[in-house]
């Protein structure tokens, strides 16, 4: 684990919310953007960037599957067994928040297994 953290102070890619906290970090704004537009168009976007949270020890990443058009989220979401009441809409972008190994099970079934792979090779 310390190869990832000695990779993140290096990282000078951070996404700071409201309150002056980092929320995303290891990827570029025009990333953020293209998920933000795609989901807007009602496509179903995944964005995986290194995140942490003391609540989920030992998840370095998170991939959020997002969609502006609610009953097609609810549908994806049903499709892995993620109920509707996990949709996270506080940002007004509805996403999903998909860590450890769910994530990879998904990202593996939806073949975006790249968008973690990009992660994992960079923090070793």
């Known amino acids: 684990m310390k190869n990832f953290y000695d990779y993140i102070q290096k990282q000078r890619k951070l996404l700071i919310n409201r309150k002056g906290e980092i929320m995303a970090f290891g990827l570029k704004r025009e990333e953020l953007d293209a998920w933000k537009e795609a989901v807007n168009q009602g496509e179903i976007a995944f964005l995986t960037h290194y995140w942490i949270d003391d609540r989920f020890p030992g998840a370095t990443t998170v991939t959020k599957v997002g969609c502006s058009d609610m009953n097609k989220l609810i549908e ?25 190994e769910r994530q990879r099970e ?13 992660f994992e090779k960079a923090g070793k």
């Not at 892995?80 to 999903?96: K, L, V």
């Not at 998904?106 to 990009?118: C, F, G, H, V, Y």
């Open 76 to 100: 994806w979401g049903k499709k892995y067994n993620i109920p509707a009441q996990y949709i996270d809409n506080r940002s007004g972008y509805p996403h999903f928040d998909l860590l450890g």
């Open 106 to 118: 998904i990202l593996t079934k939806e073949n975006k297994l790249n968008q973690l792979a990009r």
